[in-house]
């Protein structure tokens, strides 16, 4: 059996969580690819994906997009095998993804259980709600507080290290160059420092390591403005021109982190019973070094960032 590394897929309805799994797994080819490593999903997960991917790309096809992803229904995990190319998997990657509308009380537990066993979380956050408007549209769209109380029912006496990766999706607009890339670092540690101090108590300083990385799961749509219809908001987005095509940027980088996080918890003894046992059975020289060289290819500038936890990351000590 290999051994698994288990993550939540944490944000409101239609922030993006499932877009985020589905830009991930398609550029991962082209990019943690090139280190030596395969990534398999299980035959569901590959299904659901192809049918996500289409729904993606068909953001293209008018010039104001206007298509979409189907919200999810139900919770779905998707399983992914990752392991030496052509070799069989030495670790099983299991995102939990759930519908948004979870995150309010009545399902509550499910989130909360799922939480409780999951080594990292991913937060979507929809950027435009974040930035348009002083962020007028953030609390509504993305659930801070929620997201905040879910963490403070389940990391209270955290005994283990997790990682917690922010991910800003439509972001297209906001990273245009450094200096926007900067405003939108900031505006996440604004909108979302209630979190950060959480993550900054003295419990959780030492285990909890929170990143921030970008993804643009289409590329080249950008946001173009926002209508607000009956005390609703209704954003809208655009191509970046006639002829763009489906271009996702960064996608990988939320597994690049994941290794790097894996990688250190091994090579730090402190932990060792803990990541033995869970995490590094099955694991050879040859992916650790896939490993590391895939995390050496995290970002850390252009929106990029460690908000906390620089020492949990850090595969070179
Ligand atoms: N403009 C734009 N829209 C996007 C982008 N990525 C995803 N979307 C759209 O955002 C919508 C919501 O995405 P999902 O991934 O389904 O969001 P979710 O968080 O899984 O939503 P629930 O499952 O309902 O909780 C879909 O209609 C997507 O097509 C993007 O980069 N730009
Ligand atoms: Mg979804």
């Known amino acids: 059996m290999p051994s ?6 944490l944000g409101h309805r239609g922030v993006g969580k499932t877009s985020i799994l589905t830009a991930m797994y398609e550029q991962f080819e082209s990019t943690i690819g090139a280190t030596g ?24 096809n008018d010039f104001e997009a206007t298509g979409g992803l189907e919200g999810t229904e139900e919770p779905q995990s998707f399983t992914f095998g ?7 998997p030495s670790l099983q990657l299991i995102f939990q993804d759930f519908p948004g509308g979870y995150l309010d009380q009545k399902d509550g537990e499910f989130v909360q259980k799922v939480m409780t066993e999951c080594a990292a979380v ?7 709600a974040l930035m348009e408007k ?16 879910f963490f403070k029912r389940t990391y209270a006496d955290l005994k283990e290290p997790r990682l917690v990766i922010l991910v800003p999706i439509r972001c297209e607009k906001y990273l245009q160059n450094e200096q926007d890339a900067k405003k939108l670092l900031e505006r996440i540690k604004d909108k979302y420092s209630d979190l950060l101090r959480f993550f900054s108590s003295e419990n959780l300083i030492t285990k909890v390591a929170c990143v921030v990385t970008p993804v643009q799961t289409v590329g080249t749509v950008v946001f173009s403005n926002i209508k607000e219809i009956d005390g609703t908001p209704h954003f809208y987005f655009r191509k970046i021109n006639h002829e763009a095509e489906y271009s996702p940027q960064d996608s990988e980088q939320p597994l690049r982190y994941l290794l790097c996080f894996l990688l250190k918890l091994h090579i730090d003894s402190r932990w060792g019973l803990f990541n033995r ?30 908000l906390q936890g620089q020492d949990r990351l850090d595969i070179k000590k």
């Open 82 to 88: 990752l392991g030496k190319i052509g070799a069989k």
């Open 277 to 306: 046992v869970r995490y590094w059975l099955g694991w050879d020289q040859y992916l650790k070094e896939a490993a590391r060289k895939s995390a050496e290819k995290c970002k850390y500038t252009n929106g990029f960032a460690i």
């Open 122 to 128: 991913l937060i979507a956050i929809d950027t435009p």
């Open 37 to 60: 490593l395969q990534l398999t999903p299980d035959p569901e997960s590959s299904a659901l994906l192809s049918k996500r991917l289409g729904e993606l790309k068909a953001l293209l």
């Open 4 to 9: 698994e590394l288990k993550i939540t897929m």
């Open 134 to 149: 002083k962020g007028q549209w953030h609390d509504l769209m993305n659930r801070p507080k929620q997201i905040l109380d």
